[in-house]
């Protein structure tokens, strides 16, 4: 969803990583403004603000990049446009460039993920970092690419491998994002029960194998603590919190409720 | 680019890793074909090839989803068209859910990094992997994604993290290309030549300091040391190849050439 956009609350994310010193893309000869928008779209996701467009073919503002960028344009600081590329890396520093094909130039290549890592290093230093992607079909020119100190390149089927401008964008700054957020991985996303304890766990499960004791279901006697066992493991790999506990000791008493009714 | 289809070809993808047990994409209920293409040429720029669709709006085959796929959906295997998600999962084995929202569920919830690994090894215990995408503006519903034993969640901007469907597939499945394809992390993209050995670099180097030398650039012999200790870092960092000391070679040639015309 996109958060609700105030006059006063251009440059403000609700969030301090965003304002901390970030990489600045250039989108270098950008033709269609959908892919402006897409661009500065997936740059907010993953928390970056600072777009710069050299030689835009469409000039900018552009109608069609708002609409595309889904509210990211107005939210983050005013896009800068430059003439040309020099200008637009004038104040840089660490210059990474995005690069499909394997280029005449020799330079050290790296993955996005790697790259990712290598800017977070850069801007610890106090570098100014670029982030440069080239024009829609042809990309960015050896003349361009000469700029960057890095190439970066993406892990992606050979055989199938073109992105668009806004997905090659999307992708870069995403790796950018797991430096800068965390999504939680745990197994109680609501927060609103919590993990049963052991004490909690044994109370059922001992009522579950008195009841199954007295429907005779461990039929071979010898066989009972296997049975229980694998049954308990069942139950242990749900790893039920305290809420389902109280479902599962209802379950018990509707199910027992119908046998000693009839 | 788009390799060139042919009709005897639409299940090979020329890469042996495609050809693997890999995970099935399932769209549900979704709406626009364009998104429906976005997410295809996704999944196989990402090396996925199954794509299957839960009763898409505007039904199937869709002239939209075909454009926008790039010409992926020409080269993937059929896409195939179901009712409702029970029988598009019918039969896989572990189920996996992207959601942007916590849910009343308790799920365990993995950032697609780790969804990505999990999965890989889903299959290599030989389980049929399936991954849910909710429509577009409502994502999955509770009552779908109770049927993943997984949720997947993105790190991204909390003040801005909506994604569109094509940029979510992208994202899951660029996680999953990760262990499938690898690309080349290395300073040479292009093999033509190699970078010197030291005995290469010597030779240069010593012939720039007797030059230097030569030209009294080192004015306090003290600090000869030093200085050529420092103008050495310059050169091995940047570690140049066989040719370009041929190049540094030819520089020095032609600096001393116009002195020694003078």
């Known amino acids: 969803m996109v958060p609700p956009m105030t006059g006063t609350d251009r440059t403000s994310f609700g969030e301090s990583p965003l304002q901390a010193a970030q990489p600045v893309v250039i989108l270098v000869n950008p033709q269609m403004g959908e892919n402006i928008g897409a661009a500065a779209r997936a740059m907010l996701n993953c928390g970056l603000c600072h777009l710069r467009l050299v030689n835009p073919r469409d000039g900018w503002p552009n109608a069609r990049a708002d609409a595309m960028s889904s ?3 107005g939210l983050m600081p005013p896009v800068e446009v430059f003439a040309t590329l020099e200008e637009a890396l004038a104040d840089c520093q660490s210059i990474y460039a995005t690069t499909a094909r394997a280029r005449d130039l020799v330079k050290p ?16 230093d106090g570098q100014k970092v670029a982030i440069l992607f080239g024009a829609e079909r042809a ?55 919590e993990i ?28 009972k603590d296997i049975i229980a066992r694998n049954i308990r493991s069942i139950f242990m790999r749900a790893q039920p919190t305290d809420q389902e506990i109280n479902t599962l000791h209802g379950i018990i008493t509707a199910l027992t409720g119908v046998r000693d009714k009839e």
Do not use: C
């Not at 290549?109 to 610890?124: G, K, P």
């Not at 892990?155 to 995403?174: A, D, E, H, I, W």
């Not at 304890?197 to 010898?222: H, I, M, S, Y």
């Open 109 to 124: 290549v790296m993955t996005a993920r790697s790259a990712a890592s290598a800017m977070t290093q850069d801007i610890q």
């Open 196 to 223: 049963a304890t052991a004490a909690q766990f044994e109370n059922f499960f001992g009522r579950l194998e008195g009841e199954l004791e007295k429907a005779r279901f461990f039929r071979v006697a010898e066989m």
């Open 71 to 73: 509210g990211a344009l």
């Open 139 to 193: 990309g960015l020119s050896n003349d361009e690419v000469a700029h960057a100190h890095t190439l970066i390149t993406i892990p992606l089927n050979p055989g199938f491998s073109s992105l668009n401008l806004g997905q090659s964008v999307l992708l870069v700054t995403y790796e950018w994002s797991h430096h800068v957020f965390s999504a939680p991985e745990k197994i109680m996303p609501t927060g609103k029960s």
